[in-house]
C-alpha cells in the first residue's frame, strides 16, 4: 500500500493524561480540542508523516478551579502559548503493529524529543463505506523538562504534583478524500 492522507476524526478519539498527586493519587485529565496531520501507509508507518496539535486551553480535568490554575503561566501559559505540537521525526517498527515514534514535543515554549509507543489498532470501512483506520499512543513526559515547574511541598514529604506526566492517545482516522 502507498501513503494515504487521513483525516483525524476527533468524535472517534481522544487525548489524555494522568499525573500523580499528593504522592497518593493520580488526577486525570483531557483536552477536547486536537487535531492531527496524518500520512501514512498503516500496513508499514516506518515512512509515516504526522503532526499533532493539541489547544492547552481545551484541558478538562472535570474541576474548574484545577483547570484554571492549569491555564494560568504557572502551568500551560495559554496566554503565550495556546498550542502543544509533536511532529514525527523518526518511526522504529518493534513488533507487527507497534512502533517506537519519536519526534519534537513543543509545550510552553520549548522543545524536546519524546518517544511514543504507537500500535496500529486495524482497519475497515464504516456501515457509509468510509475508510477507517486506528492507532493508540502511549508515553510519559518530565514536565519540569517543558517549564511546568510550579509545586508546593507536602507537609508530610514530597509534593503535590510529580514531575512525570503519563499520556495517552486513542485515534480514529478516515481516509481523505
Known amino acids: 500500500m502507498t501513503k494515504t492522507?487521513?483525516?483525524?476524526?476527533?468524535?472517534?478519539?481522544?487525548?489524555?493524561?494522568?499525573?500523580?498527586?499528593m504522592m497518593i493519587a493520580n488526577v486525570k485529565g483531557t483536552f477536547n480540542s486536537f487535531n492531527a496531520t496524518i500520512e501514512a501507509d498503516p500496513a508499514d508507518l516506518t515512512t509515516a508523516s504526522i503532526e499533532f496539535s493539541v489547544d492547552t486551553a481545551s484541558v478538562d480535568t472535570r474541576n474548574k478551579d484545577r483547570d484554571g490554575h492549569l491555564v494560568s503561566a504557572d502551568f500551560f501559559d495559554v496566554e503565550n502559548h495556546p498550542t502543544m505540537t509533536f511532529k514525527a521525526t523518526n518511526i522504529e517498527k518493534t513488533d507487527d503493529d507497534e512502533y517506537n515514534v519519536t519526534g519534537d514535543l513543543t509545550?510552553?515554549?520549548t522543545t524536546k524529543p519524546e518517544t511514543f509507543v504507537v500500535t496500529f489498532e486495524?482497519?475497515?470501512?464504516?456501515?457509509?463505506?468510509?475508510e477507517k483506520v486506528g492507532f493508540s499512543a502511549v508515553g510519559t513526559i518530565n514536565r519540569s523538562d517543558y517549564g511546568l515547574v510550579?509545586?508546593?511541598a507536602l507537609e508530610t514529604g514530597g509534593v503535590l504534583v510529580a514531575e512525570k506526566v503519563k499520556i495517552n492517545l486513542q485515534l480514529q482516522a478516515a481516509k481523505a478524500e
Do not use: C, E, I, M
Request: glycine letters at 12%.
Open 5 to 21: 492522507k487521513w483525516a483525524l476524526d476527533p468524535t472517534h478519539s481522544s487525548v489524555d493524561f494522568s499525573v500523580r498527586h
Open 107 to 109: 509545550l510552553r515554549g
Open 150 to 152: 510550579w509545586n508546593a
Open 122 to 130: 486495524g482497519q475497515g470501512k464504516d456501515p457509509w463505506g468510509n
